[in-house]
């Protein structure tokens, strides 16, 4: 995907998050090293991945959002592994 330069309407999710990567890590930050600023965005990353509600699921976690996914759509997902099994040559 193309987006024009100086034009972040058209990428708007990308934008959000490159925006509350900035306030909430970079801005607070002045990294001593590569090191340090691989670990501290590393663990921002795995808290906004894993921790944090996001609107887009809800207001729930990512690991809460898959695993009602996952409990809402069970039968859906035994169903197509059953239509998608390969029959067995004897």
């Known amino acids: 995907m193309f987006i024009d330069p100086g034009s972040p309407w058209q990428n708007a999710w990308v934008e959000s998050f490159n925006g509350r990567m900035r306030d909430e890590l970079l801005n607070l930050w002045h990294f001593d090293s590569l090191l ?24 729930l976690t990512p690991t809460e959002f898959a695993t009602q996914w996952r ?16 029959p067995q040559l004897s």
């Open 36 to 59: 340090e600023a691989q670990v501290l965005i590393e663990d921002w990353r795995q808290d906004y991945n894993t921790n944090r509600p996001h609107t887009a699921h809800g207001d």
């Open 71 to 86: 409990h809402n759509n069970h039968s859906n997902i035994r169903t197509t592994n059953i239509l998608l099994k390969q």
